[in-house]
């Protein structure tokens, strides 16, 4: 009887970690953890990054073609339309300046996903560089390398970012420089971390008993092994980055008129707010639409390569 009663809770307690896990991932145990099959596997089981990936996808395609399926220049001017609600003509409405909404939406993608992902990869190369000089190297090196990161962590980023657009002027290119340089200590501090967590496992230390060059140990041994949690980062980057660029292109320091930013297109029509609510409302969507899409990715990648989510 007493058998019978373990092995009944036993297998009920089977039952329900096996259930768990089950309804965690699906993923077949065959596939090796951390490969790119097992990424895209546990990626495609969740519906948040499906969404972002559709949404994105979409986005990425139709600013492409926005030349081709838009009726109006993102720039042509219809004083006899100004202020015209979303109808059939104008499926977004349009502008204070007569311009068609939706053309100016769709061209202004273009600005905020290349603004993201150019200065979130600025970022991400330099401030890899850095910490993993940092980290393998240790010593002075690595305090004077992280003191002086200190210095831009001293300032909020976006404040920085205002900063240098104020000093070196405005534009797509200098909005890019702008970030990406902000957005290095960030980078550098993260590989840092990990690059001091496996500088002494054995695989370092039977590279360098071969003599194998510094600068081979540090992009072949050490940085592939230290680089999945960056992916997360880079893949957050994009969004807070595309988030800071119209929030600069708001201020006046980023995009330019007549170019069709989403934050440029937020500044120049809140004043109405109250009486056409839709101009704001409409690229003020997106934005946020955008911003998510690419924080469901990164809560997907972060998902599939920490160790502590694996089945």
């Given at each position: 009887?007493?058998?019978?009663?373990?092995?009944?809770?036993?297998?009920?307690?089977?039952?329900?970690?096996?259930?768990?896990?089950?309804?965690?991932?699906?993923?077949?145990?065959?596939?090796?953890?951390?490969?790119?099959?097992?990424?895209?596997?546990?990626?495609?089981?969740?519906?948040?990054?499906?969404?972002?990936?559709?949404?994105?996808?979409?986005?990425?395609?139709?600013?492409?073609?926005?030349?081709?399926?838009?009726?109006?220049?993102?720039?042509?001017?219809?004083?006899?339309?100004?202020?015209?609600?979303?109808?059939?003509?104008?499926?977004?409405?349009?502008?204070?300046?007569?311009?068609?909404?939706?053309?100016?939406?769709?061209?202004?993608?273009?600005?905020?996903?290349?603004?993201?992902?150019?200065?979130?990869?600025?970022?991400?190369?330099?401030?890899?560089?850095?910490?993993?000089?940092?980290?393998?190297?240790?010593?002075v090196i690595d305090a004077a390398l992280m003191r002086f990161l200190d210095i831009f962590q001293a300032f909020p980023s976006l404040v920085l970012a205002m900063a240098f657009c104020a000093v070196f002027?405005?534009?797509?290119?200098?909005?890019?420089?702008?970030?990406?340089?902000?957005?290095?200590?960030?980078?550098?501090?993260?590989?840092?971390?990990?690059?001091?967590?496996?500088?002494?496992?054995?695989?370092?230390?039977?590279?360098?008993?071969?003599?194998?060059?510094?600068?081979?140990?540090?992009?072949?041994?050490?940085?592939?092994?230290?680089?999945?949690?960056?992916?997360?980062?880079?893949?957050?980057?994009?969004?807070?980055?595309?988030?800071?660029?119209?929030?600069?292109?708001?201020?006046?320091?980023?995009?330019?008129?007549?170019?069709?930013?989403?934050?440029?297109?937020?500044?120049?029509?809140?004043?109405?707010?109250?009486?056409?609510?839709?101009?704001?409302?409409?690229?003020?969507?997106?934005?946020?639409?955008?911003?998510?899409?690419?924080?469901?990715?990164?809560?997907?990648?972060?998902?599939?390569?920490?160790?502590?989510?694996?089945?």
């Amino acid at each position: 009887m007493a058998d019978h009663t373990h092995n009944k809770k036993g297998g009920g307690h089977h039952h329900r970690g096996h259930g768990k896990k089950g309804k965690r991932h699906h993923i077949d145990p065959g596939i090796k953890p951390g490969s790119a099959k097992y990424i895209w596997a546990s990626i495609s089981h969740n519906k948040g990054a499906i969404f972002g990936m559709v949404f994105l996808t979409a986005m990425i395609v139709l600013s492409l073609l926005s030349p081709v399926i838009c009726r109006y220049n993102y720039a042509a001017t219809d004083f006899e339309m100004m202020k015209s609600w979303p109808s059939i003509k104008h499926l977004f409405g349009t502008d204070d300046l007569g311009r068609d909404i939706l053309s100016r939406v769709l061209y202004g993608a273009r600005y905020t996903l290349i603004i993201g992902i150019l200065s979130t990869l600025l970022s991400a190369v330099l401030g890899i560089l850095l910490g993993a000089c940092a980290g393998y190297f240790g010593g002075v090196i690595d305090a004077a390398l992280m003191r002086f990161l200190d210095i831009f962590q001293a300032f909020p980023s976006l404040v920085l970012a205002m900063a240098f657009c104020a000093v070196f002027g405005t534009g797509i290119d200098k909005c890019i420089y702008a970030l990406g340089i902000t957005g290095i200590p960030g980078f550098a501090r993260l590989m840092r971390a990990n690059i001091l967590r496996i500088r002494n496992t054995e695989y370092i230390e039977a590279a360098t008993t071969i003599n194998c060059p510094t600068w081979k140990i540090i992009l072949q041994h050490i940085i592939p092994n230290a680089v999945s949690p960056v992916i997360v980062e880079i893949a957050m980057g994009i969004s807070r980055n595309g988030l800071a660029s119209s929030s600069l292109s708001f201020l006046g320091l980023g995009v330019q008129e007549p170019r069709p930013e989403w934050g440029a297109m937020l500044a120049s029509t809140r004043n109405y707010i109250r009486d056409y609510p839709y101009m704001v409302i409409i690229p003020g969507i997106f934005i946020v639409f955008t911003v998510l899409s690419f924080n469901l990715l990164g809560d997907a990648f972060r998902d599939a390569l920490d160790p502590n989510f694996r089945d």
